[in-house]
């Protein structure tokens, strides 16, 4: 099963091309910003890597959130051309599912991850997950959520566990943070897509006639289009 893969929901852009999980090719650029002109190139430049086109493709899995607004609309609406274009099936995938993917089984020592984003305005996007031993599944624990900050620990109610994001960090500055208890990975800020092709090898193909993944919005936008409609959101 071959699979293009790419992320612009936070401050990178990354795309990966593999065969099931046979990376074929593989790029992970950190940006905040510019990710419409870049993602459409650096698609072509993988592909061109890879030596595949379009219609070998089995496979587009892209992340849908949550994330930024801008971020989120960029990924969506390629993949959805690219599907359309290709006839090719589309499978969504959450950005805090993908950041727990990243870590080894090893590194959990057995315990949760809590895959945690910066959400601004003292807030974090944040899900519980449980890392099991065969491949690369991935159980949730809790439901992906918006909360301040200083509420994170209490509300999960996780005794211990590995962190995770670019709001580890945040959640260690807290009063009540114990470091013997959650164990910060501090080298995964943004999701990348060599992870989401694992993720997806595993869910494998949607069924005949699932809808099209939707954005994952865990709160409003920061700024809204004309009407208020968000065109991803059908």
């Known amino acids: 099963m071959k699979i293009l893969a790419f992320d612009t929901a936070l401050n990178a852009c990354s795309v990966t091309i593999a065969d099931r999980t046979n990376i074929l090719a593989h790029v992970h650029e950190k940006r905040r910003r510019g990710h419409a002109e870049t993602l459409l190139p650096m698609i072509e430049a993988e592909m061109k890597k890879a030596g595949l086109a379009y219609k070998d493709?089995?496979?587009?899995?892209?992340?849908?959130?949550?994330?930024?607004?801008?971020?989120?609309?960029i990924g969506l609406a390629a993949a959805r051309g690219i599907a359309i274009a290709a006839r090719k099936p589309i499978i969504g995938l959450t950005t805090l599912e993908t950041l727990t993917a990243a870590v080894p089984v090893a590194l959990?020592?057995?315990?949760?991850v809590i895959a945690a984003v910066d959400a601004r305005?003292?807030?974090?996007?944040?899900?519980?997950?449980?890392?099991?031993?065969?491949g690369e599944i991935i159980l949730p624990l809790t439901t992906p959520t918006a909360i301040r900050t200083e509420l994170v620990l209490v509300?999960?109610?996780?005794?211990?566990?590995?962190?995770?994001?670019?709001?580890?960090?945040?959640?260690?500055?807290?009063?009540?943070f114990d470091a013997e208890k959650y164990k910060i990975l501090d080298f995964l800020d943004d999701p990348d897509?060599?992870?989401?092709?694992?993720?997806?090898?595993?869910?494998?193909?949607?069924?005949?006639?699932?809808?099209?993944?939707a954005p994952l919005y865990l709160r409003a936008p920061d700024a809204k289009l004309p009407g208020g409609k968000d065109p991803l959101a059908g």
């Not at 959990?108 to 949760?112: A, D, I, K, N, Q």
């Open 57 to 73: 493709l089995d496979l587009i899995a892209v992340t849908v959130g949550p994330g930024t607004f801008t971020g989120l609309r």
């Open 108 to 112: 959990t020592e057995g315990r949760p």
């Open 121 to 134: 305005r003292g807030e974090v996007y944040v899900q519980a997950f449980k890392r099991l031993d065969q």
């Open 155 to 176: 509300s999960l109610d996780i005794e211990t566990a590995v962190v995770v994001g670019s709001g580890a960090r945040l959640l260690e500055s807290m009063p009540d």
């Open 193 to 213: 897509a060599v992870n989401l092709v694992h993720l997806a090898a595993v869910r494998g193909l949607p069924a005949a006639g699932a809808p099209s993944p």
